[in-house]
């Protein structure tokens, strides 16, 4: 039996659960609260170049994950990065080397969900704010403008958990699952220099200050432009620091970047502070996905799993088979 089929949500998680469902025959709508998609698998264009200021490269561990990394790569959407690896910590900036792959969107993280994309139906800039049941156990997606769509007869939650509570009204038990799951914030600072920086680090692990990762972004393969870089703050100093204005937070992370780094930094020809919200989730599940087959309705998204892309498109591929 053919279902019509709402996803909500148009992450990883979504895209992939999207796809599974549309190769088994099924329709498909997406909607997402945003212009684009990719969720948290984000880049932010500028004159100046591209920055990834969501996700910043993916590992592959699944096997399943893995077969389809390797159709990315053939069709180049993906590219292996081998930064030249760094960690700092109390102890200062040492090389880290690893024999870990890593993967990024080329040229940037969101041209690989632009490409996972064609050929589904998006319904983008379209925030849903609750289900309405219909008769014959179909639902209607209800907007903020208290527009309706639909009706579908299956209904998927592709949304980062505290997103996902309020959509779960009807299934309170899935809702109450889902509202285990804290997730943490974070800000990301994005930085063009007009001259290269002098350093060898192309990505660093910090261990110690307000910073948890640095990218030399322009390292990543395909990245034209200037020497861009992406700090990520740890998920406490983005808690202390929630509303503290984008310039202030670019102005700290960048000098704690100066820092890691050992050097003096000069202004940044192009900068950009990113608030994550609910950047990760605070722990791992093994729920895979979340079901109510009796109500039609499924949640997915990385925190069912981890707060990795792998677990985002393994927990929509996973609501797709609860489904069919
Ligand atoms: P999301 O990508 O969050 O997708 C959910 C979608 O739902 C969003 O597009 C949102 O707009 C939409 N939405 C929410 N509510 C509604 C609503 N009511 N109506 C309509 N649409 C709605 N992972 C890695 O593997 N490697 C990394 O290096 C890495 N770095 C990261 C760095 C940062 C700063 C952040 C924030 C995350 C990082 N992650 C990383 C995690 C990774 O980005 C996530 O695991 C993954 O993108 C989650 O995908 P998802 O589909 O589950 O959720
Ligand atoms: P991974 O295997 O590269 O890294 C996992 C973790 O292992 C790293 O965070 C780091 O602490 C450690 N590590 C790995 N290699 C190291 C090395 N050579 N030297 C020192 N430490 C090393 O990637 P994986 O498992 O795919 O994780 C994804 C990445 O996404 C992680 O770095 C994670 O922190 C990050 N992430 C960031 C989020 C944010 O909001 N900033 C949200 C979710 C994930």
């Known amino acids: 039996h053919n279902h019509n089929i709402a996803i909500i949500g148009a992450g990883l998680a979504g895209i992939s659960a999207a796809q599974a469902l549309t190769q088994s ?9 945003s212009r684009g998609s990719g969720g948290r698998m984000c880049s932010k264009r500028t004159t100046e170049g591209d920055f990834d200021i969501g996700a910043q490269y993916f590992t592959a561990r699944d096997s399943q994950f893995r077969q389809e990394v390797k159709r990315w790569l053939d069709q180049g959407w993906v590219t292996e990065w081998n930064p030249r690896l760094y960690r700092y910590d109390d102890n200062g900036l ?19 969900s632009r490409h996972l994309l064609e050929g589904l139906e998006l319904v983008g800039e379209t925030r849903i704010v609750r289900l309405h049941p219909e ?3 179909q639902w209607l997606l209800v907007d903020e403008h208290d527009r309706h769509y639909g009706p579908y007869d299956r209904v998927v939650i592709a949304t980062p958990a505290p997103q996902a509570v309020p959509l779960l009204e ?3 038990q899935l809702a109450q699952t889902a509202a285990q799951v804290q997730m943490e914030a974070g800000w990301a600072v994005a930085m063009a220099f007009e001259q290269p920086l002098t350093t060898n680090v192309d990505a660093c692990f910090v261990r110690t200050g307000p910073l948890d990762w640095v990218a030399r972004n322009s390292s990543k393969p395909g990245r034209a432009g200037l020497d861009t870089w ?8 983005a808690e202390g620091h929630l509303d503290l204005k984008p310039e202030a937070v670019t102005q700290q992370l960048g000098q704690a970047l100066a ?13 950009h502070a990113h608030r ?15 079901a109510a087959p009796e109500l039609g309705v499924y949640v997915c998204g990385d925190w069912c799993l981890g707060g990795r892309l792998e677990n985002a498109w393994l927990s929509g591929l996973q609501a797709a088979r609860t489904l069919t």
Request: charged residues 20%.
């Open 25 to 33: 025959g099924h329709r498909v709508t997406l909607y997402d609260k």
């Open 94 to 112: 040492t090389p880290s080397e690893d024999d870990q792959q890593r993967f990024v969107g080329t040229p940037r993280m969101t041209a690989w």
């Open 135 to 137: 008769a014959d156990r």
């Open 170 to 172: 009807a299934a309170p």
């Open 230 to 237: 992406v700090v990520q703050s740890t998920a406490s100093w």
């Open 259 to 271: 820092e890691v780094l050992g050097l003096h930094l000069p202004p940044p020809v192009q900068s």
């Open 276 to 290: 994550w919200l609910y950047a990760r989730p605070n722990g791992e599940y093994n729920w895979g996905a979340l």
